[in-house]
């Protein structure tokens, strides 16, 4: 299973694709922090005007912590789209490139090539997401230094000690980390369906986009169908900052979006275990 995983990332690698998502990661976060050092405390008295006539903020209020946190808002919705990149070209790559009847040639079984395919997958977004939080908290600590952090939201303030930040980021990525995994097994199993690899990736994202719209209107029917869709939960890391942590709903939003995945990944293995191959 090790060789078969590291064939899968191997191929990974090799694709320049595979080099989008941390270009993309590197230009962002250095043009936030660029910003920020430039012009960020013009920023911080905007977002903080509601509540600078009730409370007197002192003290190193534009700090690593919070750009940190400016920049998980700003990313993290968007790195869907750069998992999708790889994850939905890991089957439908081979049927494109003609290679997928040499897949059974290997004396391995299906689950397992499929299982490799999707380890290689999470080894990326895993991998992605230690660069994306090396850059933005790492880096932001470096240039701004530490300091409490200011949680501002539309009916609360909260202020998070300085020391009391570190392990609510690393469970942040932590729960970006299983919310991306749900969109690679869902882009896995587009690509399971499909011979060609730009049809998973803009069918992924377009099942983001749709379910997104429906969880932001407002609709009775919508109402109903919201607590169920894994983009509903994908946000529960912001919740790693109220105070105190509301469990339940943490509990709630992580066994749901295990189950996405687990369905997902049946649903791929099922399909991949059915499909021809051999022609």
């Not at 808002?73 to 439908?92: F, K, M």
């Not at 689950?111 to 997401?129: I, R």
């Not at 850059?135 to 020391?163: M, N, Y």
């Not at 980390?177 to 377009?206: E, R």
Request: net charge negative.
């Amino acid at each position: 299973m090790l060789n078969l995983i590291s064939a899968e990332c191997l191929k990974i690698i090799a694709k320049p694709r595979s080099y989008i998502g941390f270009a993309a990661i590197t230009v962002i976060v250095g043009l936030i922090h660029l910003a920020m050092y430039l012009d960020g405390m013009n920023y911080i008295s905007f977002i903080t005007n509601p509540v600078q006539s009730t409370f007197v903020l002192e003290g190193n209020i534009l700090n690593g912590n919070l750009v940190c946190f400016i920049i998980l808002q700003t990313l993290i919705i968007q790195i869907p789209l750069l998992v999708a990149l790889v994850t939905g070209d890991l089957v439908s790559g081979e049927a494109a490139m003609g290679t997928a009847r040499l897949l059974l040639t290997r004396p391995v079984s299906r689950t397992d090539l499929l299982m490799s395919k999707f380890a290689a997958g999470a080894l990326y977004v895993f991998f992605l997401l230690v660069w994306l939080g090396l850059l933005s908290l790492g880096l932001g600590l470096v240039l701004f230094g530490p300091g409490d952090l200011i949680v501002l939201k539309s009916e609360e303030l909260t202020i998070l000690a300085s020391d009391d930040t570190l392990w609510r980021f690393m469970a942040a990525l932590g729960i970006a980390f299983l919310s991306l995994l749900v969109v690679g097994a869902l882009s896995l199993l587009l690509s399971c369906l499909s011979d060609n690899s730009i049809g998973p990736i803009i069918t992924t994202m377009a099942v983001i986009i749709l379910f997104t719209i429906i969880g932001t209107m407002d609709i009775p029917l919508f109402d109903l169908i919201k607590p169920y869709l894994f983009t509903t939960h994908m946000i529960i890391w912001r919740n790693m900052f109220d105070q105190p942590l509301p469990l339940d709903q943490i509990r709630e939003s992580l066994l749901i979006l295990t189950a996405h995945l687990i369905g997902f990944l049946g649903a791929s293995w099922w399909v991949f275990t059915r499909k021809d191959i051999t022609s």
